[in-house]
């Protein structure tokens, strides 16, 4: 197995260490993990058992992440490992994410020059517009900490960018490592409320909280909500949901609902239909962009000043309709779209 001594730990006592990557601060003691599955302790050493470890990988359509509004229509290197810091009930990538075996870690390196070559290969193929970078992705890309620090600023060299799709939970020192070269974020904002974060997730909602925000004034961020039935679904889930985005955030910031299907540990029958545009309703009174996912409905961006439609979605194929070079509505001038 590869493994690297971690980042972000100290040493606590009796061959004890403490982690600092996200707000759990698990106390491990010699020869346990803590939380994540990937961060052990060998003789008081803190190591990374998932450093240049694939789960997965491959070429995705950015919208897929979900980004709607950076990038669109560019496809992105996504690359996924082992671990995760919460212990969602209705996970949907539990087995990387929680289930995973000692031999999964040990059979799956990769090398750096292995992901830059696979950039430097399809940034040629594609150009530079139509292939963005690399997501950090499938799990929770955080608790690889180790090997995201060595690659990112690799990626920035190459003129490409780098993408998170996380649930957010993370300490703010390592969240200022990861921003020095992290252009774009999907953070799962899984809920309103604390209970809900700790029931079902395993953790708490203010770190999250605290994470969006931060994101929102350096990278470029997308906001995903799994709705699930009788858990984060009433309309006072929607309206909390709805005022905290648009105070904390603002009324730009893309937000993505998602249909939630029985998965895992959890077995509530998927979310109604009729949920999803209740939701979408509410959300919109103060949100310009706000989209359903999981429901094969049209995804398509209007200018929320002239109501022009900007860009056409068809599933994963995306058409510019009336957007010029810097994102801005072609028939009214409104920008519509950080980064092209």
Known sequence: MKTKIADFWHE???????????????????????ICGVRENRNGTLFALNYFVAS???IDPIEKKPLYHFYPGSSILSLG???CNFSCKFCQNYTISKEFSALRLETSNFTKKEI???LVKHSKQN?????????????????????ILELGPAVHALGLKNVFVTNGFINPGPLDKFLTF?????IDLKAITDDFYRKQCGGKIHPVLE??????KIAHLELTTLVIPTLNDSTD?????RDWIADEVGENVPVHLSRYYPMYKLSIPPTPVETLYKARDILKEKINYVYIGNIGEEQNTYCPKCGEMVIERTGYSTRIITLNKDGECSKCGNRVIGDR
């Open 237 to 241: 889930d929607f309206i909390k949901l």
């Open 182 to 186: 992290a252009d774009a974020f999907n």
């Open 127 to 147: 150009n530079l517009f139509a292939f963005s970078g690399l997501a950090y992705t499938y799990n929770e890309p955080t608790v690889s900490a180790e090997t």
């Open 81 to 83: 490992s082992f671990g």
């Open 116 to 118: 830059i070559d696979l």
């Open 12 to 34: 606590k006592d009796a061959l004890s260490v403490q982690c600092e990557l996200c707000p759990h601060n698990c106390i491990i003691k010699n020869g346990l993990k803590g």
């Open 56 to 58: 997965s990988s491959g």
């Open 211 to 216: 994470t969006i925000k931060t994101v929102s």
